[in-house]
């Protein structure tokens, strides 16, 4: 059964796995905590934390003691949920078990704190698995550098960079990838570029779309409309498939040009599902700025006949932009 169980797990046959589950217990088969193992790791990857936890309770009431594998899979789900206190629920009952972490759990753990934001843990745990002499791998230094990008710490970015090199970990794309937006949300663009031609020569990695959204963050905080059309055409000749926010990057930086006419051509470019508020925001706010609060005016409406916020605060904003620049003139 716990075959069965694996195998319909990784396809995320659910129906089938459950009648499988029915029929074990139909059949008088006890579960082991294996069994449990593997149905709260499956449920826990399809985000059905009810399921989860149902399972972790049959465990339990079945006097089945968890292990390490057990709590790794509750672990990185509520992780990924953002559950901090189900986490911390979890370690406790780490504890109660006397089981001992793992790199896998220190690397679940890791990861949860830097999505959750918590600096502080995140780094607590990082030093404990060091003092333990655990080899962390690269998805540890991914949140962590992650966690110092997402708060604007610099310093602590760059010296984990250089830690990841003293021991020997090859970044991986995502690694990459926060080194280079942090270094676009401050406007090094030197820096910026340095790190994506590394990532661009790496053995195993290749820029992705993120890497080139993140160049368009940074040539848009930089003005430079003409490098970000530039690294825009590089990605399209890459074959990396733009998402809704290369699009708002580009835009956003062509529309700071004041270029009407380009911003213009290029929100025409644009397919219509990747037209979102930021897109939206910018070619107005170009328009408007540029004489043209007329047609600004009548994006305003189209955004608001499209829903695209729940709020309403975007439009009352840009109708007063519209109604500012609409006086100066």
């Not at 700071?256 to 025409?268: G, K, P, Y």
Request: some cysteine; glycine content about 6%.
């Amino acid at each position: 059964y716990n075959a069965l169980f694996s195998s319909y797990g990784k396809t995320q046959d659910i129906p089938n796995l459950m009648r499988y589950v029915a029929e074990m217990e139909a059949n008088g088969v006890q579960p082991n905590t294996g069994t449990y193992n593997i149905l709260i790791n499956v449920f826990g990857k399809k985000k059905d934390l009810e399921t989860m936890e149902a399972f972790w309770n049959q465990l339990v009431c079945n006097n089945l003691r968890p292990d390490v594998f057990t709590f790794n899979a509750m672990l990185a789900a509520y992780g990924k949920a953002l559950q901090h206190d189900k986490l911390e629920e979890m370690r406790a009952y780490m504890a109660e078990y006397h089981v001992l972490p793992n790199v896998a759990t220190y690397q679940n753990l890791i990861e949860a704190y830097s999505r959750l934001g918590e600096v502080e843990s995140m780094e607590e745990l990082y030093n404990d698995a060091v003092q333990r002499d655990l080899p962390l791998g690269v998805w540890a230094y991914t949140s962590l550098l992650t966690a110092y990008c997402n708060r604007g710490m610099m310093d602590k970015l760059n010296q984990t960079w250089a830690l990841m090199k003293r021991k020997q970990v090859p970044p991986n794309v995502m690694c990459f990838n926060a080194v280079i937006r942090c270094h676009a949300e401050a406007g090094d663009i030197s820096s910026m570029l340095k790190y994506f031609n590394q990532l661009c020569v790496s053995n195993g990695n290749v820029p992705d779309t993120n890497s080139y959204n993140y160049l368009l963050l940074g040539y848009g905080n930089a003005r430079d409309h003409e490098s970000a059309l530039e690294v825009f055409h590089n990605m399209q000749g890459s074959r990396v498939l733009p998402d809704i926010m290369t699009y708002a990057k580009l835009l956003g930086a062509v529309a700071l040009s004041n270029d009407v006419e380009l911003t213009t051509s290029i929100w025409d470019q644009i397919p219509e599902e990747f037209k979102g508020l930021e897109v939206y925001d910018s070619y107005v706010e170009c328009l408007a700025a540029n004489g043209h609060t007329c047609h600004a005016f009548e994006m305003v409406d189209e955004m608001e006949e499209k829903c695209l916020d729940e709020t309403g605060d975007a439009y009352a904003r840009l109708r007063t932009v519209c109604r500012r620049h609409h006086s100066e003139t």
